[in-house]
């Protein structure tokens, strides 16, 4: 009696051995007999400023500013160092797009500077937009730099929650304890105006700077530290922390500071 042998049933594929059929159907043999894997390129796109091909990954997800109305175009590495150089040369807010010159924002700034460009220009930017602020005045107690929105004409005693020196936002002098703004006008402009004016004029010696124009006794009591001499022959402008002139550093950026001011910024070559 012969038996029939029947076919076995044809068992379903493992992971495994779909894998290996998917490996193979990507590989290829050379003239060697030996199995050459080929690989899919990541695509890759050209940066205006180094001009190398790079991986699109390398490039940023939206152009350098809200305003751009083009694709981005320059790898990341290359606008990091496109915005030190900005910053280093130019007016701090004044940083625009390498393409297409449009002025970026603080959120630009933010996500496409360096750490240490974005801190410098984040203090600034924070310094003009509190002294924008009706009713804010810095602290003028030596050694603050503490500030606060101040209501001066209904209050006008200051007091510094930072250092709780008191000041009159009026006169800007330190606070005139006992008496009204009234009364201290009056005493100021009675008998002892000379003895005050001596006081002041030796406060004036110890805190004020001469203008590097013409060495003029100039003080400062608020607003930014980019200064203009009031002098009509001499209207000289520069800088208060550091006295460098304002004009070349209008012209060729922070690098202009003196290079222990707060401004100055050497930036890399």
């Known amino acids: 009696m012969r038996v029939r042998r029947t076919s076995q049933p044809h068992e379903p594929q493992s992971q495994t051995d779909r894998n290996t059929l998917s490996s193979k159907a990507h590989s290829r043999k050379g003239k060697s007999g030996i199995s050459v894997s080929v690989k899919t ?5 050209e940066c205006l400023i180094c001009v190398e091909s790079r991986p699109v990954s390398r490039f940023p997800s939206r152009p350098p500013t809200l305003q751009c109305s083009h694709p981005p175009q320059v790898c990341r590495p290359c606008l990091r160092k496109w915005i030190r150089s900005e910053f280093k040369s130019r007016v701090w807010d004044q940083l625009n797009c390498p393409e297409c010159s449009s002025k970026m924002q603080h959120d630009d700034v933010k996500e496409f500077a360096s750490s240490e460009v974005f801190r410098k220009y984040d203090a600034l ?31 006008p005693k200051f007091k510094c929650v930072a250092c709780k020196a008191s000041h009159c936002a009026i006169h800007g002098v330190k606070w005139h304890k006992g008496e009204t703004c009234a009364e201290y ?12 004016d001596a006081a002041s ?51 060729q950026g922070n690098q202009m500071h003196r290079p222990k001011c707060e401004y100055y910024y050497p930036g890399e070559d």
């Open 41 to 45: 390129l990541a695509p890759t796109q």
């Open 125 to 155: 930017s924070t310094k003009v937009a509190l002294e924008a602020i009706p009713g804010f005045r810095w602290c003028i107690a030596k050694g603050c730099k503490s500030g606060q929105v101040h209501e001066g004409e209904l209050t």
């Open 185 to 196: 006008d009056y005493r100021t402009d009675g008998k002892q105006k000379k003895a005050e």
């Open 201 to 251: 004029k030796k406060l004036i010696q110890e805190t004020a700077k001469k203008c590097p124009g013409c060495a003029w006794n100039i003080e400062k009591n608020n607003g930014c530290d980019h200064m203009t001499c009031r002098r009509s022959k001499c209207k000289h402008e520069f800088c208060w922390v550091c006295l460098a002139p304002y004009g070349p550093i209008r012209k």
